[in-house]
Every structure is written in structure tokens, then in C-alpha cells.
């Protein structure tokens, strides 16, 4: 059975970084898209990142294009999150999810939640001065 877990929150200063890990013990994930997203308190949940299966292609929110980077390493089994000039806005809960559907095994991933059926527990992100 998949099981997810995140690591790597923390608080952070505005303008600081933090590397986000989400792991699986057991199940590969190579054949899966896996997906980054957040929530705050009050707010929807927001996709944020995600990257394919097979092509390793990656999908960005705008809100952080050009600040943080989704990658899987497929040796540590591992999918990271590297988040760089962080703000205020980016505190949220952050969890990591799979796509498990194998017809989209070849299709680019979508930040839609609806269709990550695996989940993580999270892990805290506050930027706060």
C-alpha cells in the first residue's frame, strides 16, 4: 500500500528557502505523477507543483513560477520541493500526493486534486519574521 510522507517544514524567514521531501517506503513512485500542494487556514487548497511519471515533465502554479522546483529522485525513491524566495503568502500546510490512474501514465499532470488519490499527512511551512 502507498504511503506518503512529507519532511523538511519548518519556519523561515521571508526570502528564505526550504527543501520539502515527500518519500514512500516499499512502492516505487516512479510510475506516478506526484503533486505538491498547500493550505492555509481559511483557504481552498492550491496546487502547487507536479511532475510527471514518464516524462518527468512538471507543472507550476504562477503564484510560485520562478521560485520553487519540483524534482524526483528516482534512486531515493524521493520527490522533492525546493522552494526559494519565500513569502508571507507561501505558510501553509504542505502535502505531497500521487496520480495513481495508469491511463495518464504518459499524459503531462495537472494541479487538480481530484485527481491525486494517495495522499501525505503534511508538513508545516511558516515564513515569518
Known amino acids: 500500500q502507498l504511503q506518503l510522507v512529507e519532511s523538511g517544514g519548518g519556519l523561515v524567514q521571508p526570502g528564505g528557502s526550504l527543501r520539502l521531501s515527500c518519500a514512500s517506503s516499499?512502492?516505487?513512485?516512479?510510475?506516478?505523477?506526484i503533486g505538491w500542494f498547500r493550505q492555509a487556514p481559511g483557504k481552498e487548497r492550491e496546487g502547487v507543483a507536479c511532475?510527471?511519471?514518464?516524462?518527468?515533465?512538471?507543472n507550476d502554479a504562477d503564484s510560485v513560477k520562478g521560485r520553487f522546483t519540483i524534482s524526483r529522485d528516482n534512486a531515493k525513491n524521493t520527490v522533492y520541493l525546493q522552494m526559494n524566495s519565500l513569502k508571507p503568502e507561501d505558510t501553509a500546510k504542505y502535502y505531497c500526493?500521487?496520480?495513481?490512474?495508469?491511463?495518464?501514465?504518459?499524459?503531462?499532470?495537472?494541479?487538480?486534486?481530484?485527481?491525486?488519490?494517495?495522499w501525505g499527512q503534511g508538513t508545516q511551512v511558516t515564513v515569518s519574521s
Open positions: 500526493a500521487a496520480d495513481r490512474n495508469p491511463l495518464r501514465l504518459y499524459s503531462r499532470c495537472q494541479l487538480s486534486a481530484s485527481r491525486f488519490d494517495s
Open positions: 516499499g512502492v516505487t513512485l516512479d510510475n506516478y505523477a
Open positions: 511532475i510527471s511519471s514518464s516524462s518527468g515533465r512538471t
